[in-house]
């Protein structure tokens, strides 16, 4: 019973010290500036947090259940960064989110996008926290990290970079555009390097088939939605929705969210779970390009096996025990349980103004038990190579090796057959590798 009730008071005791650092402010992670190489910055997927949260002070990300990994990456000696583009943002959202962060801006969604998607063309306003990395410039680059759906996030941040945005800047006075939608600023950034990514989405359940925002879709968005409800809360961990009306800060204690707002979320189409599904990413990988001037790397994992009677990719027994989701999940994608194969997923093309289509074979059922290995390689289309340490060039994705026996939560913490050192040691053996690039 002691026990008990020590546990209580504890769990309590944690709650109520969260609760305070959302509302008062979350201590500063101590960083260290190295001038000689660039900073990383990590990106992750889903239900994402970063170290200004107040979550990251007790569950730090990634390390879920390992302890705090990105601190491991900087007492080796690296200059390491967590951001925090929005749990449920879309891919434009969660890129114009993560500039204003490092920036230290407000976010400007831009008046075309806002238009299109019927929401307000201002978001979060980072000026009170400052940049998330100081001195960003062409001399000091960014090595950007994208894990999951952190992946297709950094690639079009660095798209809009380079090329900006022609609809923003045709919608927008000269003098109001975002910098991020003017372009010429592919030197900002280094390398991208895409972790289990879903660069070109996703056949998992959750990923909308065929485009349709179905009831099971809006039931999962509406369990997050009761975070956006409770202002402290909300400082805990923040849905970054407050152009949607479904998140508030910490000052509020409550906060209504009416059906008619959730219905302007949904029919907006510019959310994550949209973006997830393949037409929603070949729709994007068709006017977003692979720079000529960035290095671009992936990793891919691989939690299966295939089954040579039936063709069918099998998860590892060691998976259920270390993440059971991911098992089942993947077991759903091995035997194409949701039927998409054979499935045609049409998608518009920006740039030619025409509707294309392609067809979903066998070779999207292997993955890691959430990211396709087809869709974690690189965007279909782009220029790739296999891996030469000896020929890393810019403008091309080097896919790295397979990882066997990992599932989609070893990037983030939460594949329990690998311990906090391992995603340690590859975080630093990759970092030096980007290092090596560097003039």
Do not use: K
């Not at 969660?94 to 307000?120: C, K, M, Q, S, W």
């Not at 080097?398 to 391992?422: E, I, K, S, W």
């Amino acid at each position: 019973m002691i026990s008990f009730l020590s546990s209580v008071v504890a769990v309590f005791a944690a709650v109520t010290q969260l609760i305070a650092y959302g509302i008062v402010g979350v201590p500063a992670v101590q960083h260290t500036r190295n001038d000689e190489f660039p900073p990383t910055v990590y990106v992750g997927g889903l239900f994402v947090y970063g170290e200004r949260d107040a979550l990251n002070q007790r569950v730090p990300y990634p390390g879920i259940f390992w302890g705090d990994v990105p601190q491991m990456v900087r007492d080796a000696g690296f200059e390491f960064y967590t951001a925090s583009p929005g749990p449920l943002s879309s891919n434009w959202d969660r890129a114009v989110t993560l500039f204003a962060e490092l920036t230290g801006t407000r976010a400007d969604y831009g008046i075309a996008h806002a238009r299109a998607h019927n929401h307000p063309r201002f978001g979060r306003d980072f000026s009170g926290y400052g940049p998330l990395v100081e001195g960003w410039s062409p001399e000091r680059p960014i090595n950007f990290l994208g894990y999951s759906v952190g992946a297709p996030t950094i690639y079009l941040l660095a798209h809009l970079l380079a090329e900006g945005c022609a609809d923003e800047r045709a919608a927008t006075p000269a003098d109001e555009l975002s910098p991020l939608f003017a372009g010429g600023n592919s030197d900002l950034v280094h390398s991208i390097t895409s972790l289990a990514g879903t660069l070109n989405g996703t056949t998992v359940d959750a990923a909308i088939p065929n485009n349709d925002f179905n009831i099971l879709h809006r039931t999962f968005y509406r369990a997050f939605f009761l975070v956006g409800r409770l202002g402290p809360i909300n400082g805990v961990y923040n849905l970054r929705l407050e152009r949607f009306g479904l998140s508030r800060d910490a000052n509020y204690l409550f906060n209504p969210i009416w059906p008619w707002t959730e219905r302007r979320f949904f029919n907006s189409r510019d959310h994550i779970l949209y973006d997830l599904s393949l037409g929603a990413s070949a729709a994007m990988n068709a006017w977003v390009r692979t720079q000529p001037d960035i290095y671009y790397f992936s990793h891919v994992l691989c939690a299966g096996e295939q089954d040579d009677e039936t063709g069918h990719w099998i998860m590892g027994q060691d998976q259920r025990d270390s993440f059971i989701l991911f098992y089942w999940l993947g077991n759903r994608i091995g035997r194409d349980v949701g039927g998409f194969e054979g499935s045609v997923i049409e998608y518009h093309c920006q740039i030619t103004d025409e509707t294309r289509t392609f067809t979903v074979d066998e070779t999207w059922r292997r993955s890691d038990g959430a990211a396709n290995f087809m869709s974690a390689q690189h965007p279909i289309g782009a220029p790739n190579q296999h891996f030469d340490r000896n020929n890393i060039r810019p403008g091309t994705w080097q896919v790295m090796p397979t990882l066997y026996g990992y599932n989609h939560g070893f990037f983030g913490g939460f594949d329990t057959n690998h311990d906090a050192y391992r995603l340690r040691d590859f975080l630093v053996e990759h970092i030096e590798l980007l290092h090596s690039t560097w003039n």
